[in-house]
């Protein structure tokens, strides 16, 4: 298994353009989650599913957008790239056992930054 | 809203013995978790508590205290390798996690 995967690793952006940061997993986790990790902080949520078809807003959604039309894809979209959102962001990936912890799997990770 | 805090860097030197504590803010939670991540790195799970008290894995324990709002991760016999940041995270819901602010953890010969 190649566990959880994202592309591009690294990309800038000037402010304004668009882009898709893509992540894959192939473990079956109906879980998905996009994390950003600012410099020397912790992970903020921005958006995850619990399966196909959902999504939900997570702590920092403003700028984003996602989509979940397949098990293994949750790409995130960034309209109208910032300066704010150079980041490093990355996808995780849970399977839900009920009346028990899910750890979270991390893909590598995307280095973005947006001039 | 939920609000986590870490000290933000812990030395030590090899062979000892760390303790980094998470203290939190949250209206509730269904456990407390930690994870290591190394520099330019992904997050990698380490401990889970779900009740109060001491969790062991290896070298690495978790502790969790409700009544208090306050948990700890202890490591022992340090190693080199061991030198990463370490991160508390809360599970609100939904399996989703909500971080603390991370504690660099510095190993030295």
């Known amino acids: 298994n190649a566990g959880v995967t994202q592309t591009p690793k690294f990309r800038i952006l000037k402010i304004g353009q668009s882009m898709t940061l893509q992540c894959a997993q192939d473990?079956?986790?109906?879980?998905m989650y996009w994390y950003r990790q600012d410099p020397g902080m912790g992970l903020k949520l921005i958006y995850y599913s619990v399966g196909a078809g959902i999504t939900d807003k997570g702590e920092v959604p403003n700028g984003y957008n996602v989509s979940r039309s397949t098990t293994e894809d949750f790409p995130l979209r960034l309209e109208l790239a910032a300066p704010s959102q150079t980041s490093v962001y990355f996808c995780a990936s849970s399977y839900p056992i009920t009346g028990s912890y899910n750890e979270q799997f991390f893909g590598p990770g995307t280095r973005l930054t947006v001039l | 809203g939920q609000s986590l805090e870490q000290p933000s860097e812990v030395t030590a030197v090899e062979g000892a013995i760390v303790q980094i504590n998470c203290t939190y803010q949250t209206s509730g939670f269904y456990g407390l978790s930690w994870y290591q991540q190394h520099d330019g790195g992904a997050p990698t799970f380490l401990s889970y508590?779900?009740?109060?008290g001491l969790e062991e894995t290896g070298r690495f324990s978790s502790f969790l205290s409700r009544s208090d709002s306050y948990g700890y991760l202890l490591l022992q016999e340090l190693q080199m390798k061991d030198s990463a940041s370490y991160f508390c995270a809360v599970s609100p819901g939904d399996d989703k996690l909500i971080f603390g602010t991370g504690t660099r953890l510095q190993v030295f010969p």
């Open positions: 508590n779900a009740l109060d």
């Open positions: 473990m079956n986790h109906n879980y």
